[in-house]
Structures are given as structure tokens and as C-alpha cells.
């Protein structure tokens, strides 16, 4: 199946730094998602994207399709301890299969 | 409330013996996935389903069945568990497709001896 590689794998942050994500696929995707999951829980959409070089926010989040629609970007301005969680970049090829990447953990110092 | 319920939240089991986890949606939603996470792995896609009667195979679908005679509920069934089979599932819903917000319910802990 198509692999999804997410880096870093984990990150450790102080309070009000900026964080940068990144996720690349061995071939092209048709739509980029970005997850959060909280301990615990099921993961949370926060970001989904339909066109490449497409750029959205949500809030201090903003996200990037790659033009080669291979890669998407995720950054986190500010961050803050709630913040504190696994980010997942997620996907479509060309048809219905789903793949979620391998996460990237974030750990916020106060 | 909007909600994925997935039962039971726990389960121990043996090699072999046949055991089914329930997913139930509130939405209408016509699309049902099941995946498994496994530490380091990311969440793996099962099997799928995009609307009643009709469903098809995510990346990892070995040693799995599903069903979806009705449009709320997709079980995922395990006819012979084994230990490689121990994992984290999760069910989710959207209303047509998992390019829209997937909701997810709360995850099954499995562990098969």
C-alpha cells in the first residue's frame, strides 16, 4: 500500500515556539488531511485540503498542499500546552483507500 | 448527541475464537471505515464502506470481515483472531466520503493470547 512517511517523529517544544510538520508519499494524493489525536481519544480533523499549492488556516494552524501532490505542511504558531498530541497527516490517492501517516508527536514545555 | 459508539471499549481473547466489534453512527452518515493503530504504524485502514451493502477493502483487510446491512452500523468481525491481530481499532463515519471530517468513535483494545 502506499506509505505515508511524517517527520519529525516527535517533537519537544517550549510554550510560544512555532512548530513545522512535514509528510511526504511515494506517489501523488488527490486530497491532504491533517489530524489531531488527544490520548485516549479518536482522531480530530483540523485541516483538509483539495488543491495542490492550496494554503488554509485554522486559526493558529495552517496547512499546505504540495505542488508536486506529494507532500503536505503543517504549522503550529505560538504553541500552547493544549497543543500537546499526535499529528497525523492523512490522505487520498486517486480512488477511496485512506492512509494516515505515522505521526508526529508533540510534547509542549511550559 | 452525533456520536460513533464502537463495543465493547476492551477485549481479551483467545487464538481462534471468533469475536465481533460493533460500530453504531447517529449521523445518516452514508461512509463507515475501520482502522487499526499500531504504535509507530499510524492508523491502517481495514475495510470501508460507502453506503448500505456496499464494501471494499482499505490497505490491511487480512483476517477481517465486514458487513453493512444497515446504514448506521458496520461491525468488523474477526472469524480467527491471532496475536498479530492485537492493536487499537477505530471506527469512523462522514457523510459521503473520508475526503469530508471523519468522526471517530472512542477505540477498541484488543488483545488476542
Known amino acids: 500500500g502506499q506509505q505515508l512517511n511524517q517527520s519529525p517523529q516527535s517533537m519537544f517544544i517550549q510554550e510560544g515556539e512555532d512548530v513545522s510538520m512535514n509528510c511526504t508519499s511515494s506517489?501523488?494524493?488527490?486530497?491532504w488531511l491533517w489530524y489531531k489525536q488527544d490520548p485516549g481519544e479518536g482522531p480530530v480533523l483540523l485541516i483538509a485540503?483539495?488543491?495542490?499549492?492550496e494554503l488554509t488556516s485554522n486559526g493558529r494552524l495552517t496547512a499546505q498542499f504540495g505542488i508536486t501532490r506529494k507532500d503536505s505542511f503543517l504549522n503550529i504558531s505560538a504553541s500552547i500546552p493544549s497543543d500537546v498530541g499526535i499529528y497525523f497527516c492523512a490522505g487520498l490517492p486517486f480512488g477511496n483507500q485512506f492512509y494516515f501517516g505515522t505521526g508526529t508527536s508533540l510534547t509542549v514545555i511550559p | 448527541e452525533a456520536q460513533v459508539t464502537q463495543n465493547p471499549r476492551y477485549l481479551i481473547t483467545v487464538t481462534g475464537k471468533k469475536l465481533t466489534v460493533t460500530c453504531s453512527q447517529n449521523m445518516n452518515h452514508e461512509y463507515m471505515s475501520w482502522y487499526r493503530q499500531d504504535p509507530g504504524l499510524g492508523l491502517r485502514q481495514i475495510y470501508y464502506?460507502?453506503?448500505?451493502?456496499?464494501?471494499d477493502k482499505g490497505d490491511v483487510p487480512e483476517g477481517y470481515k465486514v458487513s453493512r446491512k444497515e446504514k448506521r452500523n458496520f461491525p468488523l468481525i474477526l472469524e480467527s483472531p491471532s496475536p498479530n491481530q492485537t492493536s487499537l481499532y477505530f471506527c469512523?463515519?462522514?457523510?459521503?466520503?473520508?475526503?469530508?471530517?471523519?468522526?471517530f468513535g472512542p477505540g477498541t483494545r484488543l488483545l488476542v493470547l
Open positions: 506517489s501523488i494524493f488527490n486530497t
Open positions: 485540503l483539495y488543491k495542490a499549492g
Open positions: 464502506s460507502m453506503n448500505v451493502e456496499v464494501t
Open positions: 469512523a463515519s462522514s457523510d459521503r466520503g473520508p475526503q469530508e471530517t471523519q468522526y
